[in-house]
């Protein structure tokens, strides 16, 4: 198998209860790739973003991230669950960003940062918070190293958030509508951010309804609808020259 | 009284405004003077009445009270005696130990009720459902009694007493009490876990924290919060319930006392000691549970109840036992 392949999804289906979410899902995210998966709300994009770390457990198909499979040891004909454990240090590659952000309320932003490196790789304190604080510089917020999430904005907030999933050195990063949730003045700084980690080389997965952000640095652009993958394609021909009708109806709502 | 009322918030309004204007300079193109009006408050003769109805009934029972053959220089003497004093003691260690055993079984049963594995989760909904089911005075009475079925108590091949040697009161009362407490703290533990957001659970799960330790780290941490403020009044709770200690012959204070009027036959001046001790008591630990909340809910915006509030709460009867 390709080794620049970090992500690859064959026929994932994933139900809640009678409800199929995720109908066969295929596709591929290469090494320093960045992917933007759009579509409407319900249809999917979230789950299987969640698939990808084991936050949601797939019930068909393949998922295979940084070449292992996600969730599974294969042997033979036979798909062994992994424990508990096994299944944390292969989340601990993979950075995750949330619409809520998901700061730990009760410790500050530098504390946030460091609370990966220190109780889950073993960093030791002191090292931990001077990689924290050049994190926290990288996404502007050094001066709020101290400061408690309810203390700061929503863009500082998911500032802190990409800063916290970054001190695990993951080899991929998974957005999930990051900013959604934000006023529209904050979204600009939370984009700039994600913009310079793009640039940097890592691989993303971002789910969003910010278009420009899509058009401007996504690699490949994954239309999802009902729990299906519609249309996939670059930018410029998705968004300029969607060959579906649903797409173009998307598209047109909300361009 | 209520003609004077008006008259004198009329005459504070004067002198207002006679203050305002020997001190202020007239403002810079004033228009024609303003008329000055009285303002005559609402008038609330229900208030007078009520609050007369309500102490003249005070009064009554207070002079009952009074008149009635209560010999209070005995109330107080026997207040610091040493009777009473061995029995505040006891009511104290009683209490510290088995809060200590319901804080562990409370702690435990709460995060059994979150486990994965149903037996864990049945087993702790189990006793939560079987000790809170039941009233306290028959579970220390069970305890106490538990002789009448098992003669011994052993682990085949490392030991084994005789279960009178064992259940003493102390440890009966102990027994009793401290899990009957676990059952009520495990539900207060549990509320406080469910306060956490689930977003905090799957931050941690992301930068790959096991279970253990997000619960460690991340929940419990902040479930404390929402816990302390209840733990406060099971603690106050649980020191009116070690009075039920006395049943069973355990020398708490309501047993001192009990010992004391049974030889000099001051019943009520006895009983009232004891009721001296423990609304003293539940005073102190009210107030240092109000300390305890201001520290923990500093930055947080919220409601805050004060001492007194939370002292009329936590003298209130909020369980029949």
């Known amino acids: 198998m390709n080794t620049d392949v970090i992500v690859r999804a064959e026929q994932v289906t994933k139900s809640f209860g009678d409800l199929q979410v995720l109908k066969g899902i295929d596709l591929e995210v290469s090494r320093g790739q960045v992917l933007c998966i759009i579509g409407p709300s319900g249809s999917g994009k979230s789950t299987f973003l969640r698939c990808i770390n084991h936050l949601e457990k797939i019930d068909g198909g393949r998922l295979i991230v940084n070449g292992s499979l996600v969730g599974y040891r294969e042997v033979g004909e036979k798909l062994y669950e992994l424990p508990d454990r096994a299944v944390c240090s292969e989340r601990a590659n993979i950075g995750m960003v949330f619409q809520h952000f998901n700061l730990f309320a009760h410790k500050t932003a530098l504390e946030n940062v460091i609370e990966g490196p ?9 090292k931990a918070i001077a990689q924290g604080l050049s994190l926290l510089e990288r996404v502007g917020l050094a001066h709020r190293a101290h400061a408690y999430p309810r203390a700061m904005s929503g863009g500082q907030q998911q500032r802190v958030a990409i800063a916290r999933a970054l001190a695990m050195e993951p080899k991929l990063m998974l957005f999930d509508e990051p900013t959604s949730a934000l006023d529209p003045e904050l979204v600009g700084e939370v984009l700039d951010v994600m913009r310079d980690l793009a640039r940097s080389g890592m691989t993303m997965v971002v789910v969003t309804h910010e278009m420009g952000f899509a058009r401007e640095v996504a690699d490949g652009i994954v239309f999802m609808d009902e729990g299906r993958v519609l249309e996939s394609g670059s930018p410029t021909q998705l968004l300029g020259s969607p060959r579906e009708e649903r797409t173009k109806a998307f598209l047109g709502a909300v361009l | 009284m209520t003609p004077r009322l008006p008259a004198h918030v009329k005459e504070t309004e004067h002198s207002v405004l ?8 007239p403002p810079v193109a004033a228009p024609a003077p303003a008329k000055t009006y009285t303002v005559i408050p ?3 003769p229900w208030r007078w009445i009520t609050a007369a109805l309500v102490l003249a009934v005070l009064g009554f029972v207070g002079k009952a009270f009074l008149a ?16 009473i004093l ?23 049963t709460a995060v059994m009720c979150q486990s994965p594995n149903p037996v864990l989760r049945w087993v702790g909904g189990g006793y939560v459902w079987l000790f809170r089911g039941t009233p306290l005075l028959v579970q220390l009475l069970i305890w106490f009694n538990l002789s009448i079925i098992f003669e011994n108590f052993s682990i085949p091949g490392l030991f ?4 009178n040697t064992l259940m003493t009161p102390f440890v009966a009362a102990l027994l009793g009490l401290g899990i009957n407490e676990g059952a009520y703290i495990s539900e207060i533990v549990r509320g406080g876990i469910l306060s956490v957001d689930h977003g905090q659970r ?47 012959s355990y020398s708490e204070l309501l047993h001192s006392a009990n010992k004391i009027y049974t030889a000099n036959f001051k019943v009520i001046e006895l009983l009232f000691t004891a009721a001296l001790w423990y609304i ?13 909340e201001d520290r923990l809910s500093r930055g947080v915006p919220g409601a805050r109840t004060g001492f007194l509030d939370r002292l009329r709460r936590n003298l209130s009867l909020r369980r029949a036992s």
């Open chain 1, 118 to 126: 220190i109780q889950v790789k073993g960093t030791n304190k002191k």
């Open chain 2, 18 to 25: 006679e203050n305002q204007t020997q001190t202020d300079p």
């Open chain 2, 42 to 44: 609402l008038r609330h």
């Open chain 2, 68 to 83: 009635a053959d209560i010999d209070y220089a005995v109330v107080l003497k026997y207040l610091t005696s040493a009777g």
């Open chain 2, 86 to 108: 061995a029995g505040v003691r006891n009511t104290l260690v009683l209490l510290l130990a088995s809060m200590g055993v319901g804080l562990v079984l409370g702690v435990l």
């Open chain 2, 160 to 163: 084994s007493i005789p279960m």
């Open chain 2, 202 to 248: 799957e931050a941690a799960s992301a930068i790959g924290m096991s279970r253990a330790k997000t619960m460690r780290r991340i929940v419990l941490p902040q479930a404390m919060r929402v816990i302390v403020p209840p733990l406060g009044n099971e603690f106050i709770a649980c020191l009116k319930f070690t009075s039920l200690a006395y049943t069973i």
């Open chain 2, 280 to 292: 003293a008591l539940t005073t102190v630990f009210s107030l240092f549970q109000q300390l305890l």
